[in-house]
C-alpha cells in the first residue's frame, strides 16, 4: 500500500504495479501541461500526452492503458489526482458515479488479477470482459441447447490445442501466456467439454 500523498503540486506517490506483481514500485506520478510522467527514485518510467493514455478508476487506484501496456498505480490521494486531472482537461474512462456503482466489480477484478495475472492475458482483466462474460450467461439461459454445442466445440479445441502445445514446448512457450501450461489449458478444455455435457443434459 501507498505510505503518502501528495509530493508537491500535480506530484503524486503511488505504488506502480504490472499485471501479475504482488509488490508495488514505489514511484511519483507527474500531471503538469496536460502530460503525465512517472519516475522511480532518480529514473524516468515514462512520459504521456494525456490524450495518449486511459486512465480507468479502481478502488485502489488507477488503471493506465498507454502504448499497448497496463499500468496499476495504487495512491491514497485518488481525489487528488482526479481533480488534477479534471484541471488538465481530462477525464478517466468511468464517469464517478459509474465508477461507484461498479466499484465491488473492480475490486473482484483486482483480486482475480492478483491470483491469476500471471496466467492469463491482461485483457482478461477488464470490465469488457465481465460484460462479456455475464452476456454469455444470460445467453446460455435463454439458449442453453445452442450455447451447449458451442461450449463442446470450444472444449473440444482447447483440448487439442493443449495436446498440441503439450507435445511441443516451442509452441508452447510462444502460444502460453504468462506461467500457464499445456496441462491448464487442457484442464480448461476437460471442464469445458463436462459443462457442455451438463448443460446439455439439462436442456433436454
Do not use: C
Request: glycine share 10%; hydrophobic share 55%.
Amino acid at each position: 500500500m501507498v505510505v503518502a500523498d501528495i509530493v508537491d503540486m500535480g506530484s503524486f506517490v503511488a505504488s506502480l504495479k504490472t499485471t501479475g506483481d504482488t509488490r508495488g514500485l514505489p514511484a511519483v506520478v507527474h500531471l503538469s501541461e496536460d502530460r503525465l510522467s512517472i519516475n522511480a527514485g532518480d529514473e524516468a518510467i515514462g512520459d504521456w500526452a494525456l490524450e495518449d493514455i486511459r486512465l480507468e478508476p479502481m478502488e485502489t487506484g488507477y488503471r493506465m492503458a498507454a502504448e499497448g501496456e497496463q499500468i496499476i498505480l495504487e495512491m491514497t490521494d485518488a481525489d487528488g489526482f482526479e481533480s488534477e486531472l479534471q484541471k488538465n482537461g481530462k477525464r478517466t474512462f468511468a464517469l464517478p458515479a459509474a465508477g461507484t456503482l461498479l466499484a465491488p466489480v473492480d475490486k473482484s477484478i483486482a483480486l482475480a488479477e492478483k491470483k491469476l495475472g500471471a496466467l492469463l492475458p491482461e485483457w482478461a482483466f477488464s470490465r469488457v470482459m465481465v460484460a462479456v462474460v455475464v452476456g454469455v450467461l444470460l445467453f446460455m439461459i435463454i439458449f442453453p441447447g445452442f450455447v451447449s454445442a458451442l461450449l463442446l466445440v470450444a472444449g473440444l479445441l482447447t483440448v487439442m490445442l493443449g495436446a498440441v502445445v503439450y507435445t511441443d514446448p516451442m509452441l508452447a512457450s510462444k502460444w502460453l501466456p504468462g506461467r500457464m501450461t499445456p496441462l491448464h489449458v487442457l484442464i480448461t478444455g476437460l471442464v469445458v467439454l463436462i459443462f457442455g455435457v451438463l448443460l446439455g443434459v439439462i436442456a433436454k
